[in-house]
């Protein structure tokens, strides 16, 4: 005698575990830039600029030097996330549990809202951050920092091909020798590179012993560059990808983070200003993330761009 159990499924429970939601690197520049807040519509960066002209002194004056006021533009896009959601889609399923009782009422709220939101917002703001640094221009299109670059100023890595452990430290070097000089001294310099780049760059550090380098309570993204301590290297999501062996392709960006401007209509406008809400007469759930933004360099001559040779 037994128990004839061909015709069930194996039994698999449910819901014992919680929802959990996958890891999401999220947005990195916005902590580094200048936010420009009440930008609606194209926005001038007012840039003021003086040369010198030293000369002997004598009994007479002779005027001489220039004071160059000039301008450069964000141009900020709309830009929308839109997800309408039937609650109903869930009670075949075992996350029927999670719903409110009645069939009306099931279909008022997110069972699980503080989640949803949390993940559709960190996804936002990684989207975010591959705009800011390769949107490209045109109609309709968002124009990231790579697509202002033109007079950024080119550096060619020392040594030809892809980027590997063993001679990222050397093109990173290579690239901070290059910057500008009027910038130095100055206390906000980075090195943007992708995170596939940043972790080859945090392998390099381990292979050479280097972590005298290391500074205990840096973000898991930033780490400083060996021999240059007013440096320091930022990985990025928003570049990551660019170790190709195209010839000429950018894959690092030496800069101030000052220098580099976002204009915004309301600061974290996708993370906190976002609507969610019940429509009654499609008996939908609806969410809209809207939010302005654009970037664009101050001065460009001031950032410098590590190329594949």
């Known amino acids: 005698m037994a128990f004839d159990v061909s015709a069930l499924t194996n039994y698999v429970d449910q819901e014992a575990m919680a929802l959990i939601v996958e890891s999401v690197a999220g947005g990195q520049l916005s902590k580094y830039a200048q936010i420009q807040p009440d930008v609606k519509g194209p926005t001038s960066i007012n840039v003021l600029d003086t040369d010198v002209v030293l000369q002997d002194d004598g009994c007479s004056r002779s005027a001489d030097g220039t004071t160059t006021i000039s301008q ?150 930033e780490l400083p560059l060996i021999g240059f301590p007013q440096v320091t290297v930022v990985g990025t999501v928003g570049l990551s990808g660019l170790n190709s062996a195209v010839v000429g392709d950018p894959i690092a960006y030496l800069t101030r983070a000052s220098n580099i401007i976002i204009g915004v209509d309301l600061p974290d406008e996708e993370a906190n200003d976002y609507r969610a809400w019940y429509d009654p007469n499609d008996r939908i759930f609806k969410t809209t993330f809207a939010f302005r933004r654009g970037i664009n360099w101050a001065f460009p001559a001031e950032a410098c761009k590590l190329k594949i040779s």
């Not at 996350?95 to 960190?122: C, R, S, V």
């Not at 936002?124 to 390769?134: G, N, S």
């Not at 040594?159 to 001294?185: K, Y």
């Open 72 to 221: 450069r533009t964000i141009t900020p896009n709309a830009l929308a996330v839109h997800e309408d959601l039937c609650m109903t889609d869930l009670a075949a399923k075992y996350t029927a549990t999670m719903l409110k009782q009645g069939l009306t009422n099931e279909k008022e709220e997110i069972p699980f809202a503080e989640l949803y939101f949390g993940l559709k917002i960190a996804k936002i703001q990684k989207q975010i951050e591959v705009l800011d640094w390769t949107g490209t221009v045109g109609a309709g299109s968002y124009a990231g920092l790579m697509a202002q670059h033109t007079a950024v100023v080119d550096v060619a890595s020392p040594t030809a091909g892809i980027q590997t452990a063993s001679i990222i430290i050397e093109s990173l070097s290579f690239l901070a020798e290059s910057m500008d000089e009027d910038i130095a001294d100055a206390d906000d310099i980075k090195i943007f590179l992708g995170m596939d780049l940043f972790l080859m760059y945090q392998r390099a550090i381990a292979d050479g012993n280097y972590f005298h380098y290391v500074v205990d309570g840096q973000p898991g993204n």
